[in-house]
């Protein structure tokens, strides 16, 4: 053909695509934020795998379907998806629909742009400062640096490799081997990305150190001392200390003054993960949970677990004002960071990134927080809290439920007995009989779909629940009716 | 307070929420994609950044805002971002709005889920497996593995891991200091990703052997046989080549059947980095490009740049059938991946990434591709292609434009001489001088907004533009306008 010729017309038919996407945005108003977070309706559908894949047709064929085809898929897709949104799904470290914090995620996705030069995404890259600012601001940082990660595992990897190259620079070049054998501590409780970033980043699992935990989860300071000294002992270098805030299962807090102590002593730098536990800094009554997080040298944040802002929101913030980040990471790659701009390319903040093309975490953040204010924040996170304590009071007043420990947070993690086995607490087979209560009850809530809840087996702790409600739509009936429905639904095993 | 108390209603206004979605709905559709894909209105509205930030007040404060404010910020967030699905946008590898993978990215944030397990992603852990199938069918593979990564630059790391992995299993464990040193190799003209993930994963930058490209960009293997043998001479393992089908700038293609074959005879993994070209495989006319793509190992496709799917949309691909993936990144988490699940946990696939929790990223092509086809993309990709003929042909035509090269894809890099300049070539300044033009050029093109297009100096060659067109809402005349306003810009240069 003539070049040219078949260009004449736009590829794709403008008018019909708004049409369809106007009613998929009213299919989503409907099925995903109003029917899915409806009390009366089920939390998810469930159907096996085979029988979801029938229903589903999801092969993909040489020709295109038509809109209203295409529509039943998309209340299919919502349908048979798990509502995360709702007030009863108690299941992961996320949960809760704001409607802000979604309009702002959706507008980010009309936007498309990538956040890496002030060029391509001048809104943004001004917004991530501001908030990255914010965040530093609770962790009690005047200044430093920051950039938002896709997840909390790569904000943690992030930390680790910052701290091998601020230590040892010639690595970057030269690579692990021109390295002496470095080692890193974080408790046996820390989130499972200390031990995936360690082999990733070449220093090796077995270089992980794992400190011992007391039985609430929460590091031992004088442990840690040992653990170094072992490394030491054996030759190894120690650089980096990994602190948890907000343990994946129990909710636990590292003791974090003892711990920067410990660093200080030994020159390491202290990372704090606070994936789960950060968002407690907008508490003015329950921050003192991170005392000492500023003396961090890093911090992973990731506000889309206890605010709500939606997967995902991670911010790894630093304290270095040196350009650290920038000169681990940068590359300088003269097709997207130009020196000869015509504007001042210190905006042009996404060399920082290991990635290449970033979307943009931020203004879903932003926006929530512009609707609620850091007070209204702070209500939802004293919300939270209360949640727990209402549901520990009544966990301990009704019969066969059991606390696996006391929360220091807003993980509730407890057993129930059903009356089967009550008062056969000293038989040799309770704890085995026990541990198969959680997963034969999760089944039943499953298939039922009238509510959604983790559980877990821990150390030599047998499966027992761990349940979370961050989501503010939550109410004390909605609590209620868990505790109701674990009895109702394990009544008679 | 009494536990509980406050607890009675919840911590928010469902209705009224609802009732901001909607508009904030109806302003994303007018701003957003009307507005925003409209030719009688600019790409972008520039602002310094010191003007911009006073614009927008961007502060987080302690006090909510009412609707009608958050409103009109989310007008403005719209206002002064960049319209990456305007029909004038030529500035990155990604560009144009679908509106249907934009509904499939809507629905994805409304349904707020993480991509780790059959329990919390049923819908999302079949469909990721049937897109990453037909993908790999478009490779030639029937059979493999995968995942979609947060970007291309990750998807390539994963690759470099898994191939490290597969060759000394024990590093994950014991780390890089107990491997050899190891090399790997990348044309110059690849990604920065290569470099930064060497540094990443603890192998050093200077164990990257950059390996000569001829002047259209493409690796040359004979070049590559030497690096390898000039590694082996210090004493270095070879393990992994990452060969390029459409490099960032030039939009070259290396020859995979003569780099498979170097590497057949080394016994090296083969990666294609195919994050740009990728796409081209759907095409029947221009699929030769990647001729001998299924003799990679491994693979990574961007469908987010060409196919207009929207940030991020990246999939790592695998040939390999016995789990090495799972092996090589899993770490099996208690809380998660219980063995002990009411369901065939073979489903739940998460535990092959670096992440924890993982966007879900297949949704909006699954979707596109429901709408249009397999044939369907087909003819958008012919039709990029063809875009860039016409403009070839164009530039060729018109005074003053010069090709850097004759295109074998569709990044169509030229300079633009301005009359001024015009029959000086042999003047000692020339070179000097038309290197300023590029910049003086998008300077104006971004205070006026009509539209952009990137420019870059690539090796011993001054700033030049490169100019992309996947957006299939591109028309002939946007192709000449494109070309008028170039000269417009630049007359009087």
Known sequence: MAEGSGLERPGLDGAAGEEFLGQALRLLLDEAVRNGTDRARKVCEWREPRELRALLDLELRPHGEPPQRLLQRC?????????????????????????????????????????????????????????????????????????????????????????RFQRFPEGRQRGSRALPRLALFASQESHYSIEKGAAFLGIGTDNVFFVRADERGKMIPEELEKEIERAKSEGAVPFFVSATCGTTVLGAF???????????????????????????????????????????????????????????????LLRDTSGLLQRCHGAGASYLFQRDKFYDVAYDTGDKTLQCGRRVDCLKLWLLWKAVGTEGLERRVDRAFACTRYLVEEVKRRDGFQLVLEPEFINLCFWFVPPSLRGREGCDDFWERLGKVAPAIKERMMREGSMMVSYQPHGARVNFFRQIATSPAVTRADLDFFLDEIERLGHDL
């Open 75 to 163: 209340r299919d897709v919502a349908r048979y998806s798990v509502k995360t949104g709702h007030p009863r799904f108690f299941n992961q470290l996320f949960s809760g629909l704001d409607h802000h914090a979604l309009a702002g995620r959706l507008l980010t996705e009309a936007l498309n742009t990538s956040q890496y030069t002030y060029e391509i995404a001048p809104v943004f890259v001004l917004m991530e400062e501001v908030v990255l600012a914010k965040l530093r601001e609770l962790v009690g940082w005047g200044s430093g640096d920051g950039i938002f990660c896709p997840g909390g595992s790569l904000s943690n990897m992030y930390a680790m490799n910052v701290a």
């Open 254 to 316: 590292d003791p974090l003054q003892s711990v920067a102590d410990v660093c200080q002593r030994h020159g390491l730098w202290l990372h704090v993960d606070a994936a789960w536990g950060g968002s407690a800094l907008l508490s003015r009554t329950h921050r003192h949970l991170l005392a000492g997080i500023e003396r961090a040298d890093s911090v992973a944040w990731n506000p889309h677990k206890m605010l709500a802002v939606g997967l995902q929101c991670s911010a790894l």
